[in-house]
């Protein structure tokens, strides 16, 4: 098995990235071509970086309403006590250093035919190319009662930050003997391993500090990615835990109804439990600035394979969550490779340097207990309609326990890689 490193990373993370060059101090010159980015996470903090460092002479902009990214890859770990929140906090320094503009603020509107985008503070900023990598934005009303304030009670920890600190509060200063509720989202979402990570990392955190306590899971889906591996891991490690309840034909145990005052969760088939802490992620859609742009259809926005440009609007990309990447999953991982291709065309586009047929890759590891994950993965490549897997892998049910140790240690090695890479760190 390939262990991955942090220099390993960048080499393996796709193709595209070669076409960066060295990188020069560098002067605004007037008439430069403008790229502004908005989203300044997995998406677009790797876009900025490898426009700027493979084109200097362009004027990068990244707009990005949060002063410091908290990743949501590694935030369960943080849950389950094996991160800091700190190390999983990062800042912008690197880009700027670089001389790409970052800007935190809201992007508020864009307009396609003047190209430009306005923000919230005021401003408005003209482009030739935009990209926007936006991420999620939630639909809390697909359950009744659940709302951005019901959320303070009740977290989703789905957009990390103060979410995630917050979950992570509930259940440390819950009571032993407790219930957590996770209701995980209906497909398409953010991560699709994520919330089995989290049943896990919550798991081995109630095991070791709140051994009477249990937790729930309520899930709108049938079946969930890498199910056999984390089956197999919650009866090794949880077992008398975790109580699974999937959905069925009646859709029973899709969770319709919260109350943040009661804590009480309620599902389709009538059950009632009262929480002790309730995790309720809802479904989601493309963040809101995508939608303003008249990039989605329907939730989300579809994409040209090739290049990860707007298949409605032009001049635009839109790369991450927020875009239809068909087999690829919503990931970090996959927004950072789709980055390296979006780079790869803003800069063969802007700025003339060779362009490079398109490669992506995507890996999700998940933490299932202590030097004990699970990863599954594949390549891709730009098929005529839709992003094709070219191969793919997947840990093994009963893989012995140097296996599970070395495929942690490739997680270590990636989060290292990907951070680095998104903030230009050096
Ligand atoms: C619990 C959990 C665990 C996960 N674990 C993994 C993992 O192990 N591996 C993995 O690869 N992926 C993982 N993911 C998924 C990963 O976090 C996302 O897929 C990834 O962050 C998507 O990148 P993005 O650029 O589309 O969006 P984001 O990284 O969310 O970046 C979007 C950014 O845009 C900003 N923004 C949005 N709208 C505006 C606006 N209008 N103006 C200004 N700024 C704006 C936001 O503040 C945000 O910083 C996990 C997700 C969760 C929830």
């Given at each position: 098995?390939?262990?991955?490193?942090?220099?390993?990373?960048?080499?393996?993370?796709?193709?595209?990235?070669?076409?960066?060059?060295?990188?020069?101090?560098?002067?605004?010159?007037?008439?430069?071509?403008?790229?502004?980015?908005?989203?300044g996470g997995a998406?677009?903090a790797?876009?900025?970086?490898?426009?700027?460092?493979?084109?200097?002479?362009?004027?990068?902009?990244?707009?990005?309403?949060q002063p410091k990214y908290t990743t949501c890859f590694f935030s369960n770990l943080y849950l389950g006590g094996f991160r800091s929140f700190q190390s999983i906090t990062h800042e912008y320094?690197?880009?700027?250093?670089?001389?790409?503009?970052?800007?935190?603020?809201?992007?508020?509107?864009?307009?396609?035919?003047?190209?430009?985008?306005?923000?919230?503070?005021?401003?408005?900023?003209?482009?030739?190319?935009?990209?926007?990598?936006?991420?999620?934005?939630?639909?809390?009303?697909?359950?009744?009662?659940?709302?951005?304030?019901?959320?303070?009670?009740?977290?989703?920890a789905w957009q990390a930050g103060a979410q995630t600190q917050l979950l992570r509060?509930?259940?440390?200063?819950?009571?032993?003997?407790?219930?957590?509720?996770?209701?995980?989202?209906?497909?398409?979402?953010?991560c699709?391993?994520g919330?089995?990570e989290r049943?896990?990392m919550?798991?081995?955190?109630?095991?070791?500090?709140?051994?009477?306590?249990?937790?729930?899971?309520?899930?709108?889906?049938?079946?969930?990615?890498?199910?056999?591996?984390?089956?197999?891991?919650?009866?090794?490690?949880?077992?008398?835990?975790?109580?699974?309840?999937?959905?069925?034909?009646?859709?029973?145990?899709?969770?319709?109804?919260?109350?943040?005052?009661?804590?009480?969760?309620?599902?389709?088939?009538?059950?009632?439990?009262?929480?002790?802490?309730?995790?309720?992620?809802?479904?989601?859609?493309?963040?809101?600035?995508?939608?303003?742009?008249?990039?989605?259809?329907?939730?989300?926005?579809?994409?040209?394979?090739?290049?990860?440009?707007?298949?409605?609007?032009?001049?635009?990309?839109?790369?991450?969550?927020?875009?239809?990447?068909?087999?690829?999953?919503?990931?970090g991982f996959?927004?950072?490779?789709?980055?390296?291709?979006?780079?790869?065309?803003?800069?063969?586009?802007?700025?003339?340097?060779?362009?490079?047929?398109?490669?992506?890759?995507?890996?999700?590891w998940?933490l299932?207990?202590?030097?004990?994950?699970?990863?599954?993965?594949?390549?891709?490549?730009?098929?005529?309609?839709?992003?094709?897997?070219?191969?793919?892998?997947?840990?093994?049910?009963?893989?012995?326990?140097?296996?599970?140790?070395?495929?942690?240690?490739?997680s270590l090695?990636w989060y290292a890689g990907i951070t680095a890479d998104m903030f230009?760190k050096?």
């Amino acid at each position: 098995m390939t262990k991955i490193n942090r220099r390993e990373f960048t080499k393996l993370a796709g193709a595209a990235a070669a076409a960066s060059t060295s990188v020069g101090t560098f002067a605004y010159a007037q008439g430069n071509k403008r790229v502004v980015i908005v989203g300044g996470g997995a998406g677009g903090a790797t876009v900025a970086h490898h426009v700027k460092k493979g084109a200097p002479e362009l004027d990068v902009t990244l707009i990005e309403v949060q002063p410091k990214y908290t990743t949501c890859f590694f935030s369960n770990l943080y849950l389950g006590g094996f991160r800091s929140f700190q190390s999983i906090t990062h800042e912008y320094t690197g880009l700027e250093k670089l001389g790409v503009k970052v800007v935190h603020d809201l992007a508020s509107d864009v307009d396609t035919q003047k190209r430009s985008v306005t923000l919230k503070g005021g401003d408005e900023l003209n482009y030739d190319k935009l990209v926007l990598s936006p991420g999620i934005d939630l639909k809390y009303d697909t359950i009744e009662g659940y709302s951005p304030d019901a959320a303070l009670v009740m977290p989703h920890a789905w957009q990390a930050g103060a979410q995630t600190q917050l979950l992570r509060r509930q259940l440390v200063d819950m009571k032993d003997g407790g219930t957590v509720v996770l209701a995980p989202p209906p497909n398409p979402f953010r991560c699709p391993p994520g919330p089995y990570e989290r049943a896990s990392m919550i798991a081995h955190y109630l095991k070791y500090h709140k051994p009477a306590s249990k937790l729930i899971i309520l899930d709108p889906k049938r079946k969930f990615s890498k199910q056999p591996l984390f089956e197999e891991a919650w009866q090794a490690h949880y077992d008398g835990i975790i109580e699974v309840k999937l959905t069925n034909d009646i859709d029973e145990n899709r969770v319709v109804r919260v109350d943040a005052n009661t804590m009480e969760v309620e599902t389709k088939g009538g059950e009632r439990i009262k929480a002790s802490v309730a995790n309720i992620v809802p479904a989601q859609k493309a963040g809101m600035i995508a939608h303003q742009a008249g990039c989605a259809k329907g939730d989300w926005c579809p994409i040209d394979p090739a290049s990860f440009e707007s298949a409605l609007v032009n001049d635009v990309y839109v790369l991450g969550d927020a875009s239809i990447a068909a087999k690829m999953p919503k990931s970090g991982f996959s927004a950072n490779s789709q980055a390296k291709v979006v780079a790869n065309d803003i800069q063969s586009k802007l700025a003339g340097k060779k362009r490079f047929p398109a490669r992506y890759r995507n890996t999700c590891w998940s933490l299932v207990a202590t030097n004990d994950s699970v990863k599954v993965g594949a390549s891709y490549t730009a098929g005529d309609k839709a992003v094709d897997v070219t191969s793919k892998f997947i840990s093994k049910p009963g893989e012995d326990a140097a296996v599970r140790a070395q495929t942690f240690q490739e997680s270590l090695g990636w989060y290292a890689g990907i951070t680095a890479d998104m903030f230009a760190k050096v």
